[in-house]
């Protein structure tokens, strides 16, 4: 673990072997150009430094989600350089050394920044998903608990409208039982929208008929306006 957040799973499966080591390859490869220093001019060296350093910076940006990768290229890449110039027996050469010592340190630590960013935008990630997936773990649950009540109020109303009733009685009778049938439809439509986060929807075409979906929808609200 880093500081209480998780590793990237490439960290922890031990798979990081690999690209630290052709990280590290790729560093040394690049730092061998140390090889045209001695016989190249002042301009010359300069543009080879700017080309190390630009390679160093690009190196630990590219591979900073694998930390031990960015670091392996960053030290394959300036540790030689550094210790060239340092010890090449030029003062102004000694400069650029020194500049090495420090800008591998920036960028070692810039590494470290970066790292800590992706892990914690992933564990973020992680969380939201946690978070979503309870909730649609509750809303399922949720209806179908409801079910079960709803079902033995639909079978008390159906009981009731087999019994002798006034026309007014069963005017409201055939409400409650509409407006039942209407709440288990919208709890079907709740546990739709966890497979539709789950992107298992299927849609359908049904024909329904609207005069009468219209006609149901002003009884329900006019005995409700009603009381």
């Known amino acids: 673990r880093f500081r209480g957040r998780t590793l990237p799973a490439t960290v922890r499966a031990g798979s990081w072997r690999k ?3 052709w990280a590290t390859l790729g560093g040394l490869l690049w730092s061998s150009a140390l090889v045209f220093v001695p016989g190249a001019g002042p301009a010359e060296t300069l543009t080879l430094c700017v080309m190390f350093a630009g390679v160093a910076a690009g190196g630990a940006a590219t591979l900073a989600v694998l930390p031990l990768a960015a670091a392996g290229f960053v030290i394959a ?3 030689p350089v550094a210790a060239f110039f340092l010890f090449y ?3 102004d050469y000694a400069a650029v050394g020194a500049f090495a010592i420090m800008l591998l340190l ?3 630590s810039s590494a470290l920044v970066v790292f800590r960013w992706f892990a914690e935008s992933r564990e973020a990630r992680r969380r939201a998903e946690s978070a979503n997936q309870a909730k649609s773990e509750f809303l399922a649950v949720m209806s179908h608990e409801l079910r079960t009540p709803l079902a033995s109020v639909i079978s008390g109303v159906d009981l009731l409208a087999a019994t002798p009733l006034t026309s ?3 005017q409201f009778v055939d ?3 509409a407006s039942s049938l209407q709440l288990t439809e919208l709890l079907g439509d709740i546990l739709d929208i966890s497979k539709l986060e789950a992107g298992q929807i299927v849609l359908e075409r049904i024909s329904f008929d609207l005069p009468e979906m219209l006609r149901e929808t002003v009884a329900t609200a006019g005995a409700r306006a009603a009381t």
């Open 19 to 21: 690209p630290v080591l």
């Open 77 to 79: 890449v300036l540790v």
């Open 89 to 91: 027996g030029d003062l």
């Open 106 to 108: 920036t960028l070692l």
């Open 168 to 170: 007014e009685q069963k």
């Open 175 to 177: 409400q409650a039982l």
